[in-house]
């Protein structure tokens, strides 16, 4: 079993920055992909921004673009996303995600067979 654990989130002011990172661990897998989404209240989990295994490459939602910027250490078998200039429809339960399926992108949740927990991030005014 694979365990995905975020640790970063809480409470920052908007226009501040903040960084989640996402640790796994378990029967580590090779080449898998990983993502972020998050859920505010009352709102379905959305896609925010994914990365491929071997070449990096990125994908990101259009409302985080430009703002957001996701990493991967594959030595270190964790993940990143760099929130910068966050503003208050940032405020959500932020989810690492992970699928076996290493050089591919999804941006819907059922493209993902493992999950966190989850940490909330809250932007203030």
């Known amino acids: 079993q694979v365990q995905l654990v975020e640790s970063g989130g809480g409470l920052v002011q908007a226009g501040g920055s903040l960084r989640l990172s996402c640790a796994v661990s378990g029967r580590t897998f090779s080449n898998y992909g990983m993502g972020w989404f998050r859920q505010a209240p009352g709102k379905e989990r959305e896609f925010v921004a994914a990365i491929t295994w071997s070449d990096g490459r990125t994908y990101y939602s259009d409302s985080v673009k430009g703002r957001f910027t996701i990493s991967r250490d594959n030595v270190k078998h964790a993940g990143y996303l760099q929130m910068n200039s966050v503003n208050l429809e940032d405020t959500a339960v932020y989810y690492c995600?992970?699928?076996?399926?290493?050089?591919?992108?999804?941006?819907?949740?059922?493209?993902?067979?493992?999950w966190g927990q989850g940490t909330q991030v809250t932007v203030s005014s």
């Open positions: 995600a992970a699928h076996g399926d290493g050089d591919s992108y999804y941006n819907i949740p059922q493209g993902y067979d493992y």
